[in-house]
């Protein structure tokens, strides 16, 4: 190869350093191109996105205020019945979001798809968009397919305006739930999160009104549908 470079455009004594510089090119690519079919190949679809419908504010949210038609929804914990589908038509922008200030005791809510559970391994992620004020900090919480509830021990803490937060599964650490009082138990090490039955949210906390709550905007699941036998 380089005897015909040299030939066909003439030898020079700094041709060698030049094809060097070229073959560390393309193999730098060559790797580039590799890793990007890598990441391509792990990356996850959609499996579920709930932005609540505009319709007029509710206690407790219902299944009316749920967009995805095929996504079902259910309310945990002793202060279930004041959960709010919130919603200020005089504020400029305002979403029609999930709130907890109303609510009496611990509290939670969770989605479930009609067909297909979720596997959450590999790359799989939740996003969000939400806002806490005061104390509060909302953690994740699944429902395993063998009847297993357990909370992240990441959260989405306050803030002064909305906010989008991504939780890449792979990083998070889990503690079992007592899904009837919302109370936050051991480690659970090793879950098995390839069947996912259920994907919600909790902050642990009764609410305190507009400056001690949580508020959740939309909820957006990445990871592969496996169907529900």
């Given at each position: 190869?380089?005897?015909?470079?040299?030939?066909?455009?003439?030898?020079?004594?700094?041709?060698?350093?030049?094809?060097?510089?070229?073959?560390?090119?393309?193999?730098?690519?060559?790797?580039?191109?590799?890793?990007?079919?890598?990441?391509?190949?792990?990356?996850?679809?959609?499996?579920?996105?709930?932005?609540?419908?505009?319709?007029?504010?509710?206690?407790?949210?219902?299944?009316?205020?749920?967009?995805?038609?095929?996504?079902?929804?259910?309310?945990?914990g002793p202060?279930?019945?004041?959960?709010?589908?919130?919603?200020?038509?005089?504020?400029?922008?305002?979403?029609?979001?999930?709130?907890?200030?109303?609510?009496?005791?611990?509290?939670?809510?969770?989605?479930?798809?009609?067909?297909?559970?979720?596997?959450?391994?590999?790359?799989?992620?939740?996003?969000?968009?939400?806002?806490?004020?005061?104390?509060?900090?909302?953690?994740?919480?699944?429902?395993?397919?063998?009847?297993?509830?357990?909370?992240?021990?990441?959260?989405?803490?306050?803030?002064?305006?909305?906010?989008?937060?991504?939780?890449?599964?792979?990083?998070?650490?889990?503690?079992?739930?007592?899904?009837?009082?919302?109370?936050?138990?051991?480690?659970?090490?090793?879950?098995?999160l390839s069947?996912?039955?259920?994907?919600?949210?909790?902050?642990?906390?009764?609410?305190?009104?507009?400056?001690?709550?949580?508020?959740?905007?939309?909820?957006?699941?990445?990871?592969?549908p496996v169907?529900?036998?």
């Amino acid at each position: 190869m380089s005897e015909f470079i040299w030939r066909f455009l003439g030898w020079h004594p700094l041709w060698p350093f030049f094809i060097n510089i070229k073959m560390k090119e393309f193999c730098w690519l060559l790797f580039l191109t590799a890793c990007s079919h890598s990441s391509k190949s792990q990356s996850v679809e959609i499996f579920l996105r709930e932005d609540w419908r505009e319709i007029s504010a509710a206690t407790p949210v219902t299944q009316e205020h749920v967009s995805n038609s095929d996504l079902i929804l259910s309310l945990h914990g002793p202060g279930k019945d004041r959960i709010k589908k919130s919603n200020h038509p005089h504020i400029p922008n305002d979403p029609f979001y999930i709130w907890s200030g109303d609510c009496l005791d611990n509290w939670g809510v969770s989605l479930r798809h009609k067909i297909y559970r979720v596997d959450l391994t590999g790359q799989a992620f939740v996003s969000w968009r939400s806002k806490q004020s005061g104390f509060r900090q909302m953690r994740l919480i699944l429902k395993l397919a063998d009847g297993t509830w357990l909370v992240s021990d990441h959260y989405d803490g306050a803030a002064d305006d909305w906010r989008e937060t991504k939780f890449m599964i792979a990083d998070l650490r889990w503690r079992d739930l007592d899904i009837v009082k919302i109370i936050e138990g051991n480690w659970h090490t090793n879950p098995d999160l390839s069947k996912v039955e259920e994907i919600g949210f909790t902050d642990l906390m009764v609410g305190g009104g507009t400056k001690a709550s949580s508020r959740l905007d939309w909820i957006e699941v990445h990871g592969k549908p496996v169907e529900r036998r």
